[in-house]
């Protein structure tokens, strides 16, 4: 089992930026994919970035490449999302994901969530 907890949401106005983090326990989350997704209250779960065990590869949604950054710290089991110059469509609950088997944008594959942490832009 893995466990995540996401922190880090908040209220910005647009323009601004905020630094999401997903604190992981439990087995060995180095050898773990992890991605972040996004859901919008009345749409559908939304990917936003990947990233494989060892870093190595990184995988963004076009709607935030440029603006969003992932990175991991494995020898602190910790997966962040640097946001900046966000929009008010980026308003959505974010999640943190891990999967031992697959690493990309689809979200059913990835096996262990957060709860979400919320992200609020105004315009």
């Known amino acids: 089992q893995v466990q995540l907890v996401e922190s880090g949401g908040g209220l910005v106005q647009a323009g601004g930026s905020l630094r999401l983090s997903c604190a992981t326990s439990g087995r060995t989350f180095s050898n773990y994919a992890a991605a972040w997704f996004r859901q919008a209250p009345g749409k559908e779960r939304e990917f936003v970035a990947a990233?494989?065990?060892?870093?190595?590869?990184?995988y963004y949604a076009d709607s935030v490449k440029g603006r969003f950054t992932i990175s991991r710290d494995n020898a602190k089991n910790m997966v962040n999302l640097q946001m900046n110059s966000l929009k008010p469509e980026d308003t959505a609950v974010y999640y943190c994901?891990?999967?031992?088997?697959?690493?990309?944008?689809?979200?059913?594959?990835?096996?262990?969530w957060g709860q979400g942490t919320q992200v609020t832009v105004s315009s």
């Open positions: 994901a891990a999967s031992k088997f697959y690493y990309g944008s689809s979200w059913s594959p990835y096996d262990y």
């Open positions: 990233i494989t065990w060892s870093g190595g590869s990184i």
